[in-house]
């Protein structure tokens, strides 16, 4: 596989008669001065008109790059061309910065489209000094994060990735997470819709389940309790059940039935792609947002199946509370909370103790005694009938083995997922992601001794961004809209 070996680049780009590169002012420039570089191989065509959007933005990095970089110069960028004739690529060459095989070698061009799997253009392969593919993605990469998006190697990708989804969660809001272009609302189980702007300003719980699991339908009861006491509490709070079923939707409904909150619909794209963005590895789970929207929880589950209503909100803060590892004081006058107890510690257990409220110390019969498995003991006041009963707490022990929730997106397969495929006469056909039809003005058929590469454009997701709008030509031009998916 091209993408696994390692590559000779002088090998790749020359020929039996060529040992050069030219630039677009008739130069030569010796192959051999590239070794030890990055090199980005460029396909594309003047006839595109992703090629024509996306060809400035290359143009722009390179040139910032070896500003930048003047000192090492160690990146080159190639243009292997998929334009129609010799006037062609040297009007759509002129405007190029870089290096490119010369237009009639379509011998060494045929042979770089078939090693690197071309389905569609534009397309930026990234090999590193060492002769390894560093990236097949430098188009949207380089879209993306420009500059920024240099040496492209699996670790800055994974970095910048990392920096993009650290900055959405900086501005997330509860209307960037539950809405999307197409849907403002949320459902409930009376088929009702609600606005996603009900929702801001209190704290939300977005539960991911997915309706059959064992796990999961523990838990929902337990968490239909806690939402119901909440409720006739008059608290701020709401949950979203976020389904993870994408196939029948009778068992969502059915589980949906006997959940008291509300809902993204059924096989929604937000579902999946919430998953993702909150890195929900195993079910059910309960990610807790704040009035400002923001990230309070990434799993209150375990918080929930400890200490019930008396979790809440659910925050980590409330967590260490509940856990011995915050001290506060009492207060005597009816002002203490859950947060304001004092912390006790014996030899072999722990103590929570609160006092008599009229200044007394507690006796036995005004506290409960619940043991934890630890060898904690919890001892709670009983001035106001708040004391905590066994039948108040559930306590449940999972199996240790975890839950994988894996996702398949909306399962389309994008470009690097695609398998190359070779018919008996070496025919290699690249078929365009504008409409899902190949227009026969939009190709270049290129005949060797041995076979022909079709080429037509668009890039689908890759060549697909606010940029890649309708292109309207001249008179003398062929007319053509471009969107991909839009």
């Known amino acids: 596989m091209a993408f696994d070996a390692v590559h000779d680049i002088s090998s790749l780009l020359s020929s039996e008669r060529r040992d050069f590169l030219i630039r677009n002012n008739g130069d030569q420039v010796k192959i051999s001065s590239l070794i030890g570089k990055r090199v980005g191989l460029y396909f594309s065509a003047g006839w595109c008109p992703p090629c024509r959007l996306f060809t400035p933005k290359l143009s722009e990095f390179y040139k910032e790059l070896l500003a930048n970089n003047s000192k090492n110069n160690d990146f080159e960028i190639i243009f292997i061309s998929s334009d129609r004739d010799a006037l062609s690529f040297k009007a759509y060459f002129s405007k190029m ?258 006092c008599g409220c009229d200044g007394s110390s507690k006796k036995d019969d005004d506290k409960t005694m619940e043991e934890t498995k630890d060898g904690n003991v919890e001892v709670s006041c009983g001035c106001d009938g708040s004391s905590k009963r066994d039948d108040d707490k559930t306590m449940e022990e999972t199996k240790d083995r975890k839950v994988e929730v894996s996702c398949g997106y909306d399962g389309s397969k994008n470009d690097g997922d695609e398998k190359m495929e070779e018919t008996k006469d070496k025919t290699v056909e690249v078929s365009c992601g504008c409409d899902g039809s190949k227009n026969d003005e939009d190709e270049k058929m290129e005949e060797t001794k041995d076979g022909k590469v079709e080429v037509s454009c668009c890039g689908c997701d890759e060549s697909k961004n606010d940029d890649d709008q309708k292109m309207e030509e001249t008179k003398e031009e062929i007319k053509e809209g471009c969107g991909c998916k839009g």
């Open 97 to 354: 910065p870089w290096l490119s095989i010369p237009f009639d070698d379509l011998e060494t061009q045929k042979k770089l489209k078939i090693l690197f799997q071309l389905r569609s253009i534009p397309y930026l392969v990234v090999i590193d000094g060492n002769g390894k593919v560093s990236s097949d993605d430098g188009v949207n990469l380089v879209k993306e994060f420009g500059v920024d998006a240099y040496p492209f190697t699996a670790d800055r990708k994974k970095q910048l990735l990392a920096q993009k989804e650290e900055a959405k969660k900086n501005t997330q809001t509860i209307t960037s997470v539950l809405a999307s272009a197409s849907r403002n609302y949320l459902v409930s189980n009376d088929g009702k819709q609600i606005p996603v702007s009900k929702l801001e300003g209190k704290l939300i719980g977005l539960y991911f389940s997915l309706p059959g699991h064992e796990h999961c339908e523990d838990f929902t009861p337990k968490l239909s309790e806690v939402y119901n006491k909440l409720k006739k509490k008059d608290e701020n709070f709401e949950i979203v059940f976020v389904s993870l079923e994408e196939e029948d939707e009778d068992l969502f409904d059915e589980a949906f039935e006997s959940m008291p909150w509300l809902a993204l619909p059924f096989k929604d794209e937000k579902c999946q792609k919430l998953k993702l963005y909150f890195d929900v590895g195993e079910i059910p789970a309960l990610v807790i947002t704040g009035q400002d929207g923001r990230t309070l929880n990434p799993n209150a589950v375990d918080l929930i199946k400890q200490h019930g209503i008396d979790a809440y909100p659910f925050t980590p803060k409330k967590h260490d509370v509940l856990h011995g590892k915050v001290e506060a004081s009492c207060g005597c006058d009816g002002s203490k909370n859950d947060d304001d107890k004092t912390m006790e510690e014996t030899k072999d257990e722990k103590v929570e103790d609160s």
